[in-house]
């Protein structure tokens, strides 16, 4: 990193679970955004399409990355082992040949300009390349960069404040438009917060660079400049409603095991809200029954046997399913944007240890949503008891790919709880190829496979962080390098890295160098 990192404050903490959001300017030389907004611009209309490669065309855009007011907030609010996600993508937006006069910042869906890859439609990213389940609390987060100044006119991104805790993103309560973005703005956002594009209403493109950062363990202690564990709620609240029971959830997870008893509410009122999603919160967190998991539980299996683990398609004019989620309505069920789970299935996560035989007893269901959500559940919770993690891993075995990929993602926050034994089981979902799981998904090709894969290299990274390595992780990794899916070789070879063997290391440098990019050479200086 270029210097010590400026790690957030209490209450910029206590802002960003408010709000979903931080307004940050890394203290960089102006000239390093002007630069590369002209790469960018050169790039976007004289070259192909780079997608996820575009920072290895514009390396100038680490500086930004590893600025310490950038690097500080991210160790602030995803851990001092952050990584950087592969997927990163440029959101152009060009010029409008007419604006409506009814357009407004509410405005769902207006028009944009031709050849714009920024939506403006309200809406919560998906995951990458297929789905994943959303989290309430802060796991997955999102880097906007403007490189350059972005008045209102220029259409800058307009973001729905707390909207990461709904399920229903066309439901905007508040919005976050500013009237000027300063160049070089960097706003950092929860992964699943509302947001949209805006016409762009001058005569230049406009381009933000969008960036996604993963945590790769639970926290233990507050990893910003923690001075008071009291929940006091921030003043710069951009929120209509009141989800004080929410927030404590989430400062007090941020804390970690260590301080959250310590937890006193200062300054709260009574909670309210304004909107069927913010109702919906406050019922997961408001402790309605705190001391019977078991009703929460019969609950939840009243929803057995409805299928809710396979996904209903789009259908062409021919009635014939296209590979693409009909998400109308927001239905809780499996698909392959991103999950959201059952609304006891939140209640039952924020319960903590008090839920653990009724998600232990989800887990032996045949029914595998219910399994796809207590593993979800439990994931959620940083304790594991020997019991729970012996069931995680017996599902492990399951014919259902969506299962897998869930409890993958749940023993990736359970690292420091596996045993060597473990990961024989996560070696063989690795390399055992279900002709099943190899169909593909989604119109890119994506197959299930595919992501198994991904979240097992997850799995692996965040291992690396634990003071039991064992040999397992060195060995999976390096075989990891060799996969089709770029995602998953690109996680691995950060895995290795972190690993830092002579032979872990070797494998890596040998994985980057073969893919080395020469900057020097674009299409005006082919030779």
């Known amino acids: 990193m270029d210097s010590k990192p400026v790690l957030l404050s209490d209450e910029q903490v206590r802002s960003f679970i408010v709000n979903g959001m931080l307004v940050l300017k890394p203290e960089i030389d102006k000239s390093i955004h002007s630069e590369i907004n002209s790469l960018l611009a050169y790039s976007s209309q004289n070259e192909s399409w780079h997608g996820n490669n575009l920072i290895s065309r514009i390396p100038l855009t680490h500086k930004v990355l590893r600025s310490p007011i950038i690097h500080g907030a991210l160790v602030s609010l995803a851990g001092p082992n952050y990584y950087l996600h592969p997927h990163r993508a440029l959101h152009r937006s060009t010029p409008v040949d007419e604006v409506p006069d009814d357009i407004n910042a509410k405005s769902n869906a207006p028009k944009m300009g031709q050849g714009s890859t920024a939506g403006s439609g309200w809406h919560q990213d998906a995951q990458s390349p297929l789905a994943r ?37 066309t439901e905007v309560e508040d919005v976050f438009f500013p009237d000027f973005v300063e160049a070089g703005t960097f706003i950092l956002v929860h992964f699943d917060m509302v947001h949209a594009g805006y016409p762009n209403q001058t005569e230049q493109d406009r381009h933000m660079l969008k960036f996604v950062f993963t945590r790769t363990e639970a926290p233990s202690n507050p990893s910003w400049n923690h001075q008071n564990t009291n929940w006091i709620v921030p003043e710069n609240k951009l929120v209509s409603s009141d989800l004080t029971p929410a927030w404590v959830y989430i400062w007090q997870w941020l804390l970690g095991s260590a301080q959250t008893k310590k937890t006193n509410v200062v ?70 944007r991103a999950i959201v789970m059952e609304e006891e299935t939140y209640q039952l996560a924020a319960m903590g240890k008090a839920a653990f035989d009724a998600l232990s007893s989800l887990l032996a269901s045949n029914d595998p949503w219910l ?38 993602d749940t023993l990736a926050f359970k690292t420091t709880h596996l045993t060597e034994g473990c990961y024989e089981a996560i070696k063989n979902v690795i390399r055992t190829e279900n002709s099943d ?35 397992q992780v060195e060995e999976l990794l390096t075989d990891l390098l060799l996969d089709k ?28 160098s073969d893919r080395r990019w020469d900057e020097s050479i674009n299409s005006r200086k082919a030779f």
Request: proline share 8%.
């Open 133 to 169: 389940a959303r989290h309430h609390l802060p796991k997955f987060l999102i880097g906007f960069y403007f490189p350059h100044d972005t008045p209102r006119a220029m259409g800058p991104t307009r973001l729905v404040p707390g909207s990461y805790l709904h399920s229903n993103p």
């Open 267 to 336: 300054k709260a009122n009574r909670p309210t809200s304004s909107t069927s999603s913010s109702q919906r919160i406050l019922d997961i967190y408001s402790g309605k029954d705190p001391e019977n998991p078991s009703k929460i539980l019969n609950r939840l299996l009243q929803k057995q046997g409805q299928n809710k683990h396979e996904r209903v398609l789009i259908r062409d004019r021919n009635n014939k399913p296209v590979p693409r989620d009909d998400t109308r309505g927001f239905p809780i069920r499996w698909n392959e």
């Open 437 to 471: 799981w190899l169909v593909p998904l989604v119109q890119r090709g994506w197959t299930a496979q595919d992501q198994i894969r991904l979240n097992a290299a997850f799995l692996l990274l965040n291992a690396t962080n634990c003071p039991n390595r064992y040999p």
């Open 371 to 408: 399994q796809i959500n207590a593993a979800f559940a439990l994931g959620e919770i940083n304790e594991s008891p020997k019991s729970i993690m012996s069931r995680l891993i017996e599902v492990l075995d399951s014919k259902h790919q969506q299962v897998v990929r869930q409890v993958l």
């Open 485 to 512: 899916n770029g995602y998953a070789a690109a996680v691995a070879a950060e895995g290795l890295i972190r690993l830092g063997t002579p032979t872990s290391t070797q494998a890596a440098v040998q994985y980057l």
